[in-house]
């Protein structure tokens, strides 16, 4: 078994029940609080409803990848308009073990991850001296982030 992060995300709709209901169909065993910010990328947009959460998989990256765009798809998720724009529920693959994957279509570590601090404030919670391959700890990168404010 592999411990993978997700990151969860959502800005349209009934925004807590969505997270809530991808974290229950994504087998999330540890769920972070959900917190509201900004939206990331492009600000002309309601704001966001975000959370972390672990779990436990026997699958591969890349199959786990198609799962979190499954379940995406089934909360009615449309890959359509404008990159970073309103969406129902955006479900991002963070880490996956101690991996580090780039491939076309699957990087691991999630390449932005170290700048979002929508993204290090609930893993901090989770987990803050979890090692980020090739970054360093969580609670360092949310420091770095922190002080560059």
């Known amino acids: 078994m ?13 925004r807590e029940a969505l997270i809530r209901q991808a974290a229950g169909l994504i087998g999330a065993k540890r769920l972070s609080r959900i917190i509201e910010t900004e939206p990331w990328g492009d600000p002309d947009q309601p704001r ?16 786990f990848l198609v799962h979190l765009l499954d379940v995406e798809r089934r909360l009615g998720r449309e890959r359509v308009g404008r990159k970073w724009g309103p969406r129902t529920i955006d479900l991002d693959l963070l ?3 101690d991996e580090r994957i ?4 699957l990087v691991v570590p999630h390449p932005r991850l170290h ?3 929508f993204v290090l404030e609930p893993l901090a919670e989770l987990d803050p001296v979890r090692e980020i391959p090739g970054l360093g700890t969580v609670q360092a990168l949310l420091a770095g982030l922190q002080s560059d404010a």
């Open 48 to 63: 966001f409803l975000n959370a972390v959460a672990e779990v436990e998989t026997a699958l591969s990256a890349r199959s």
């Open 115 to 117: 700048e979002r601090a």
């Open 2 to 14: 592999t411990l993978a992060v997700v990151g969860l995300g959502s800005n349209l709709g009934d």
């Open 102 to 105: 780039d491939e076309p279509g």
């Open 95 to 97: 880490l996956f073990g």
